[in-house]
Protein backbone atom coordinates (compact mmCIF):
# COMPACT_ATOMS: atom_id res chain seq x y z
CA UNK A 1 0.00 0.00 0.00
CA UNK A 2 1.19 3.25 -1.05
CA UNK A 3 1.79 4.98 2.33
CA UNK A 4 2.95 8.65 3.44
CA UNK A 5 3.80 9.22 7.39
CA UNK A 6 4.96 12.79 9.08
CA UNK A 7 6.81 13.05 12.26
CA UNK A 8 8.26 16.03 13.95
CA UNK A 9 5.80 18.57 14.44
CA UNK A 10 5.64 20.27 17.67
CA UNK A 11 5.41 22.93 19.83
CA UNK A 12 8.33 25.19 19.39
CA UNK A 13 9.08 28.89 20.78
CA UNK A 14 9.15 31.89 17.94
CA UNK A 15 12.98 31.99 16.56
CA UNK A 16 13.26 27.86 17.30
CA UNK A 17 14.24 25.50 14.61
CA UNK A 18 11.69 22.25 13.81
CA UNK A 19 12.72 19.38 11.23
CA UNK A 20 9.75 17.86 10.12
CA UNK A 21 10.07 14.42 8.08
CA UNK A 22 8.14 12.07 5.96
CA UNK A 23 8.54 8.33 5.29
CA UNK A 24 7.59 6.66 2.46
CA UNK A 25 6.22 3.19 1.55
CA UNK A 26 4.54 1.37 -1.24
CA UNK A 27 6.65 2.87 -4.51
CA UNK A 28 9.75 3.91 -6.15
CA UNK A 29 10.53 6.59 -3.21
CA UNK A 30 13.94 7.71 -5.40
CA UNK A 31 11.68 8.12 -8.94
CA UNK A 32 8.84 10.52 -7.78
CA UNK A 33 8.78 14.21 -7.07
CA UNK A 34 7.76 14.85 -3.42
CA UNK A 35 6.24 18.16 -2.01
CA UNK A 36 5.74 19.61 1.42
CA UNK A 37 2.21 21.77 1.83
CA UNK A 38 1.12 23.08 4.53
CA UNK A 39 -2.97 24.11 6.23
CA UNK A 40 -2.76 27.37 9.37
CA UNK A 41 -5.50 27.46 11.02
CA UNK A 42 -8.85 28.54 9.36
CA UNK A 43 -6.83 29.08 6.34
CA UNK A 44 -6.42 27.59 2.39
CA UNK A 45 -3.65 25.31 1.35
CA UNK A 46 -0.07 26.53 0.92
CA UNK A 47 2.19 25.09 -1.50
CA UNK A 48 5.28 24.85 0.74
CA UNK A 49 8.15 22.99 -1.37
CA UNK A 50 9.00 20.04 -3.80
CA UNK A 51 12.51 18.01 -4.19
CA UNK A 52 12.95 15.75 -7.56
CA UNK A 53 13.29 12.11 -7.40
CA UNK A 54 17.17 12.55 -7.39
CA UNK A 55 17.21 15.37 -4.76
CA UNK A 56 19.39 17.07 -7.49
CA UNK A 57 17.04 20.14 -7.41
CA UNK A 58 14.60 21.78 -5.03
CA UNK A 59 12.03 24.45 -5.17
CA UNK A 60 10.60 26.87 -2.84
CA UNK A 61 7.06 29.13 -2.55
CA UNK A 62 8.59 32.62 -3.28
CA UNK A 63 7.81 33.53 0.29
CA UNK A 64 9.32 31.03 2.07
CA UNK A 65 12.77 31.34 0.52
CA UNK A 66 15.41 30.98 3.43
CA UNK A 67 13.66 29.43 6.43
CA UNK A 68 13.06 26.33 5.00
CA UNK A 69 15.25 23.65 3.68
CA UNK A 70 13.59 20.08 1.94
CA UNK A 71 16.03 17.34 1.46
CA UNK A 72 15.72 13.77 0.98
CA UNK A 73 17.80 10.29 1.81
CA UNK A 74 16.26 8.27 -0.74
CA UNK A 75 17.96 4.98 1.09
CA UNK A 76 15.63 5.22 3.76
CA UNK A 77 12.74 6.23 1.58
CA UNK A 78 12.40 9.46 3.82
CA UNK A 79 11.49 12.98 2.78
CA UNK A 80 12.65 15.99 5.44
CA UNK A 81 11.84 19.67 5.74
CA UNK A 82 13.88 21.91 8.03
CA UNK A 83 12.37 25.00 9.03
CA UNK A 84 14.25 27.59 10.91
CA UNK A 85 13.56 30.99 12.46
CA UNK A 86 9.76 29.88 12.89
CA UNK A 87 7.37 32.51 13.41
CA UNK A 88 3.73 32.37 14.73
CA UNK A 89 2.54 32.11 10.90
CA UNK A 90 4.19 29.11 10.54
CA UNK A 91 1.50 27.17 12.97
CA UNK A 92 -0.30 24.72 10.64
CA UNK A 93 -0.46 21.30 9.87
CA UNK A 94 2.12 20.25 7.00
CA UNK A 95 1.87 17.32 4.70
CA UNK A 96 4.14 15.79 2.62
CA UNK A 97 2.80 14.22 -1.03
CA UNK A 98 3.61 12.28 -3.58
CA UNK A 99 4.14 15.02 -6.77
CA UNK A 100 3.79 17.93 -7.30
CA UNK A 101 1.86 19.22 -10.08
CA UNK A 102 -0.45 15.86 -8.98
CA UNK A 103 -0.18 15.42 -5.60
CA UNK A 104 -1.79 11.89 -5.36
CA UNK A 105 -0.91 10.05 -2.37
CA UNK A 106 -1.31 12.74 1.23
CA UNK A 107 0.11 12.04 4.65
CA UNK A 108 -2.21 12.66 7.69
CA UNK A 109 -0.43 15.70 8.65
CA UNK A 110 2.02 16.81 11.06
CA UNK A 111 1.07 19.86 13.40
CA UNK A 112 3.26 22.63 14.24
CA UNK A 113 2.66 25.19 16.52
CA UNK A 114 4.80 28.19 17.37
CA UNK A 115 4.08 29.95 20.50
CA UNK A 116 6.23 31.38 23.87
CA UNK B 1 2.64 35.32 -5.64
CA UNK B 2 -1.02 35.42 -5.21
CA UNK B 3 -3.34 32.51 -4.50
CA UNK B 4 -5.53 31.63 -7.12
CA UNK B 5 -9.26 32.92 -6.98
CA UNK B 6 -11.89 30.89 -6.08
CA UNK B 7 -15.14 31.57 -5.08
CA UNK B 8 -15.36 31.46 -1.09
CA UNK B 9 -18.31 29.31 -1.42
CA UNK B 10 -21.02 27.22 -3.35
CA UNK B 11 -23.97 25.83 -2.78
CA UNK B 12 -26.98 23.65 -4.17
CA UNK B 13 -29.51 20.80 -3.57
CA UNK B 14 -28.34 17.39 -4.04
CA UNK B 15 -29.04 15.82 -7.19
CA UNK B 16 -28.19 19.28 -8.80
CA UNK B 17 -24.96 20.48 -10.56
CA UNK B 18 -22.57 22.87 -9.37
CA UNK B 19 -19.84 24.29 -10.76
CA UNK B 20 -16.26 25.99 -9.01
CA UNK B 21 -14.14 28.36 -10.81
CA UNK B 22 -10.31 28.54 -10.44
CA UNK B 23 -8.63 32.13 -12.19
CA UNK B 24 -5.21 32.85 -12.14
CA UNK B 25 -2.90 34.17 -15.29
CA UNK B 26 -1.25 33.55 -17.84
CA UNK B 27 1.73 32.80 -15.74
CA UNK B 28 -0.09 29.63 -14.20
CA UNK B 29 -3.94 28.48 -14.89
CA UNK B 30 -3.26 29.35 -17.98
CA UNK B 31 0.89 28.26 -18.87
CA UNK B 32 0.19 24.48 -18.63
CA UNK B 33 -1.95 21.99 -18.45
CA UNK B 34 -1.16 20.93 -14.97
CA UNK B 35 -4.46 22.29 -13.18
CA UNK B 36 -5.48 20.09 -10.43
CA UNK B 37 -8.64 19.82 -7.57
CA UNK B 38 -8.89 18.20 -4.14
CA UNK B 39 -11.11 17.85 -1.89
CA UNK B 40 -10.51 18.75 1.43
CA UNK B 41 -13.03 17.24 4.93
CA UNK B 42 -11.58 18.94 8.13
CA UNK B 43 -8.89 17.24 9.87
CA UNK B 44 -8.09 14.79 6.82
CA UNK B 45 -5.61 14.80 4.11
CA UNK B 46 -6.70 16.50 0.85
CA UNK B 47 -7.27 14.38 -1.90
CA UNK B 48 -6.91 14.48 -5.74
CA UNK B 49 -10.29 14.70 -7.42
CA UNK B 50 -9.03 15.96 -11.08
CA UNK B 51 -5.26 16.75 -12.83
CA UNK B 52 -3.97 18.10 -16.05
CA UNK B 53 -7.25 19.92 -16.19
CA UNK B 54 -9.37 16.94 -17.06
CA UNK B 55 -8.43 13.48 -16.08
CA UNK B 56 -9.84 11.81 -13.04
CA UNK B 57 -7.98 9.20 -10.68
CA UNK B 58 -9.17 5.83 -10.13
CA UNK B 59 -11.48 5.39 -7.98
CA UNK B 60 -12.93 9.30 -8.37
CA UNK B 61 -16.14 9.40 -9.32
CA UNK B 62 -17.48 10.87 -12.98
CA UNK B 63 -19.32 13.20 -11.57
CA UNK B 64 -16.40 15.05 -10.88
CA UNK B 65 -15.14 16.91 -13.86
CA UNK B 66 -12.69 19.19 -14.75
CA UNK B 67 -12.13 22.07 -17.65
CA UNK B 68 -10.06 24.90 -18.28
CA UNK B 69 -10.50 28.08 -20.63
CA UNK B 70 -7.85 30.62 -20.55
CA UNK B 71 -7.27 31.70 -17.24
CA UNK B 72 -9.79 30.10 -15.70
CA UNK B 73 -10.00 26.65 -14.84
CA UNK B 74 -13.50 24.97 -13.49
CA UNK B 75 -14.76 22.05 -11.42
CA UNK B 76 -18.28 20.54 -12.04
CA UNK B 77 -19.95 18.47 -9.87
CA UNK B 78 -23.26 16.68 -10.94
CA UNK B 79 -25.52 14.91 -9.60
CA UNK B 80 -24.66 16.67 -6.07
CA UNK B 81 -24.53 14.89 -2.88
CA UNK B 82 -24.34 14.89 0.77
CA UNK B 83 -20.64 13.50 0.95
CA UNK B 84 -19.41 15.95 -1.53
CA UNK B 85 -20.18 18.69 1.19
CA UNK B 86 -16.12 19.52 1.80
CA UNK B 87 -13.68 22.11 0.71
CA UNK B 88 -12.05 22.12 -2.60
CA UNK B 89 -9.01 23.50 -3.64
CA UNK B 90 -7.33 24.06 -7.42
CA UNK B 91 -3.55 24.46 -7.55
CA UNK B 92 -1.63 25.34 -10.76
CA UNK B 93 2.15 24.95 -11.81
CA UNK B 94 3.64 28.23 -12.82
CA UNK B 95 6.24 29.66 -15.11
CA UNK B 96 8.24 29.92 -11.83
CA UNK B 97 8.95 26.51 -11.29
CA UNK B 98 6.44 26.41 -8.01
CA UNK B 99 3.09 25.28 -7.29
CA UNK B 100 -0.05 27.53 -6.71
CA UNK B 101 -3.30 26.43 -4.86
CA UNK B 102 -6.41 28.26 -4.57
CA UNK B 103 -7.85 30.28 -1.75
CA UNK B 104 -10.63 27.01 -0.84
CA UNK B 105 -14.89 27.06 -1.84
CA UNK B 106 -16.69 25.52 0.86
CA UNK B 107 -19.46 23.49 -1.13
CA UNK B 108 -22.39 23.13 1.25
CA UNK B 109 -25.64 20.69 0.22
CA UNK B 110 -28.55 22.07 0.93
Known amino acids: EVQLLESGGGLVQPGGSLRLSCAATGFTFSSQTMSWVRQAPGKGLEWVSAIVGSGDSTYYADSLKGRFTISRDNSKNTLNLQINSLRAEDTGVYYC?????????WGQGTTVTVSS | QSALTQPASVSGSPGQSITISCTGTSNDVGAYKYVSWYQKYPGKAPKLMTFEVSNRPSGVPDRFSGSKSGNTASLTISGLQTEDEADYYC??????????FGGGTKVTVL
Open chain 1, 97 to 105: AKDWGAMDV
Open chain 2, 91 to 100: SAYTTKTTVI
